[in-house]
C-alpha cells in the first residue's frame, strides 16, 4: 500500500511548467488572458525562440521548446516565413527581413528618443529654443527642434535647404566641409539677400567661413530672420558634419555668445552618449 505522500510508479508525470513568454511578462496587471490572442501569442514565441538561436533551429526543436503541437507550430513558422520574418535554409529556420527591420527601426526610434531628451533637456537649461541640424547627401536637414510656448522656434519663412548661407545652423555645416563640397552647395544655393543684414557676397562667406576655429560657435544677427539672432556650435561624430543651435529675440542679443558657450559645454558632457544618435 502507498503511503501518504509517495507517488505511485504508474502515475503520470507531472506536466512541464512552460515559463512564460515576453510577451506574456509584460501584460499588464489585472489584464484578462482571454483578451489576447492566442495564434499571435504563438507566433510570438516562436520568433523569439528563433531569435535566441544564431545558427538557425529546427521546427521540431521549436515545437517542444514553445510547447506546441508540431502540426501547429508547421503551420505559423511557413505562415511568418511566407511574410518575410523569418526565412528557411536546409530545414532550419532563422530571422528573416521583415524581423531585422523591426529591430532595426526600434534602434533608430531609440536613438531619436535620446537626441529630443537632449534638446529638450537643453532648452529647459538655457531658456531658448534648441535645434539640431545634419548635412547629408549634400542636404541641409533639420532633425529635431525643442521649443515651448514661452521659447517658440523661428518660423522657417525661407527654405531651410537653400538659405544655409544666412543662417547660423547653415554656416556652421558649412564651415565642416572641405572646399569641393563647400563649393558644391554654393553652386547649387547661390548666396542672395533674404534680409537687410545677409551676407550677400559668396567670397564674403567663404572668407566667414575659413576664419572659423574647428570647435567656435557661429553666430548669426538677424541674416534669416529680421528681429531674431541665433548660434551655433558643431558636433563632432565621425564624417558626418552636424550641428546644435539656438535662436533668441534680438533684444537679447547680449545673451547668445554666453548661451552658446553654454550650449557647447552642454554638449561635451554628453557627446560620448549621443554618439549613437547622431546621424538619425
Known sequence: MATVGTARADSPAPPVQ???SPVEERLPPGQPQSTLIGSVQRAMRLLEAVADREYGAPAKQLAR?????????????RTLTHEGYLRREKGLFFLGDAA???????????????????LAQWRDSI????????????????????DSPGTPAVAEWADFRETGHAHAIGQCLLSQLDEEARRDHIDRYPVRSITPYTVRDERILLRRLDRLGRMEPVLERQEYAVGTVCAAVPITAGA?????????????ADRLLPAAYRLQAEVGRLVGTLAGSINI
Open 100 to 118: 531585422e527591420r523591426l529591430s532595426s527601426d526600434a534602434v533608430q526610434q531609440k536613438r531619436r528618443s535620446v537626441m529630443d531628451d537632449a
Open 240 to 252: 558626418t558634419a552636424a550641428t546644435v543651435a539656438i535662436s533668441l529675440p534680438a533684444h537679447q
Open 127 to 146: 531658456g531658448a529654443p534648441v535645434y539640431y541640424a545634419v548635412y547629408r547627401e549634400g542636404e541641409i536637414e533639420v532633425l529635431g527642434v525643442a
Open 65 to 77: 521548446e514553445v510547447g506546441l503541437a508540431l502540426p501547429t507550430a508547421y503551420h505559423l513558422l
Open 18 to 20: 512552460r515559463r512564460a
